[in-house]
T-cell receptor, first 116, second 117 residues
Framework: GAVVSQHPSWVICKSGTSVKIECRSL??????MFWYRQFPKQSLMLMATSNEGSKATYEQGVEKDKFLINHASLTLSTLTVTSAHPEDSSFYIC????????????FGSGTRLTVV | AQKITQTQPGMFVQEKEAVTLDCTYDTSDPSYGLFWYKQPSSGEMIFLIY??????QNATEGRYSLNFQKARKSANLVISASQLGDSAMYFCAMRELGLGGGNKLTFGTGTQLKVEL
């Protein structure tokens, strides 16, 4: 139980285009979704927190207009990378809090974005 | 200041041996939780073990145990009887439950573990 399905697993896009990444909670309601970015061999850095029905909270240094987050329902949160550039190439992963594992978290499988 | 510190960028261990991955943390919140995750090359995050700040006993989950030393603010992961499939990146993470902590996790920089024959 408590599965978050993340799509796509990988995507290659041209510079200047936009890419949407979806995270769906399959068997629970995710009122909160965390979005992380991970560069190769590095840690997960929190980009933003989305809450269903309200505006996302962005971490310091993250461009709100570039990384659009929408959490329109209790089962879907999306991250749109707008006007992507090669430096946006990274691994993006979502995570939702769950009431198991010490009130832990379930993670999506991640999206590897390559901007060419 | 780093909230979670993992000082071992890479570790090697022989199959069937035990290995300890270090993690120290920094918080003034008396209520917090510590997590360890495994991330294989596929990228998925696999939960291993959890320790709450008020837990009296060290957490154990199968071959994983957490050596929780609260006064030293350390939460080292011990993997016993290492297997080749344990080769992966390991992250220590903390959630601060008090004011301002929210429900978000802060991750350490990770330790790349390689299990050798």
């Amino acid at each position: 139980g408590a599965v978050v399905s993340q799509h796509p697993s990988w995507v290659i896009c041209k510079s200047g285009t936009s890419v949407k990444i979806e995270c769906r909670s399959l068997d629970f309601q995710a009122t909160t979704m965390f979005w992380y970015r991970q560069f190769p061999k590095q840690s997960l850095m929190l980009m933003a927190t989305s809450n269903e029905g309200s505006k996302a909270t962005y971490e310091q240094g993250v461009e709100k207009d570039k990384f659009l987050i929408n959490h329109a329902s209790l089962t879907l949160s999306t991250l749109t990378v707008t006007s992507a550039h090669p430096e946006d190439s990274s691994f993006y992963i979502c995570s939702a809090p769950i009431r198991v594992q010490g009130y832990g978290y379930t993670f999506g499988s991640g999206t590897r974005l390559t901007v060419v | 200041a780093q909230k979670i510190t993992q000082t071992q960028p890479g570790m090697f261990v022989q199959e069937k041996e035990a290995v300890t991955l270090d993690c120290t943390y920094d918080t003034s919140d008396p209520s917090y939780g510590l997590f360890w995750y495994k991330q294989p090359s596929s990228g998925e995050m696999i939960f291993l073990i959890y320790q709450g700040s008020y837990d009296q006993q060290n957490a154990t989950e199968g071959r994983y145990s957490l050596n929780f030393q609260k006064a030293r603010k350390s939460a080292n992961l011990v993997i016993s009887a290492s297997q080749l499939g344990d080769s992966a990146m390991y992250f220590c993470a903390m959630r601060e439950l008090g004011l301002g902590g929210g429900n978000k996790l802060t991750f350490g920089t990770g330790t790349q573990l390689k299990v050798e024959l």
